[in-house]
């Protein structure tokens, strides 16, 4: 198992060519410590894990990992069908014209959904599918907890969750002194 920074994690989601709306996501805090850690889960990608932190509004730090190469029966069922929301991983545009393209895809979908009965998650799909996300799907988060799910895939990667504690408390150490940044 190979930790790296969080946002080559998010590059590893976004460039599998798996599926996009085949991700779930289950979130919430750390057990120990600042932060949060969640896990990022596709039938035909694996499993990955991260754990980050805001170092201040507009910063971001953290590490992750590929902690399974596929999602099996064991795991299934610890990544939620149906979350308490929805989640996407987008990729910035290149260019202006890109950006147009985008906008008007977007523009359209959101008048046809104003215009007839949708559900969130139809809704969900048709934007991420007009600005092109490469990962999106249920998820499962507490921003003030642990959801039941995390702790079960906790201990399902449990040498993995060590592994990653340890290298996520270096990152810490280094950008935070007595706690405050």
């Known amino acids: 198992m190979r930790v790296r920074d969080w946002q080559d994690i998010l590059d590893d989601v976004t460039e599998s060519n798996a599926d996009p709306g085949g991700w779930r996501a289950v979130g919430g805090d750390r057990a120990n410590g600042i932060g949060e850690d969640i896990y990022f889960g596709h039938p035909e990608a694996g499993v990955y894990q991260m754990k980050t932190y805001a170092k201040n509004p507009f910063e971001v730090q953290g590490v992750g990992s590929q902690v399974a190469r596929r999602v099996d029966d064991e795991i299934d069922p610890l990544f939620p069908e149906d979350g308490s929301g929805l989640f996407g991983v987008q ?88 706690g405050f940044y």
């Open 91 to 178: 990729q910035g545009v290149e260019d202006a014209d890109e950006a147009e393209a985008k906008a008007q895809k977007l523009e359209t979908v959101l008048e046809t959904h104003a215009d007839a009965p949708t559900t969130p998650k139809a809704m969900l799909e048709d934007i991420m599918d007009a600005v092109d996300s490469p990962a999106y799907g249920p998820m499962e988060f507490d921003q003030h907890d642990r959801p039941e799910r995390m702790d079960d895939l906790t201990e399902t990667f449990e040498e993995a969750e060590q592994l990653l504690d340890k290298e996520f408390e270096d990152v810490i150490e280094e950008d935070v002194e007595r």
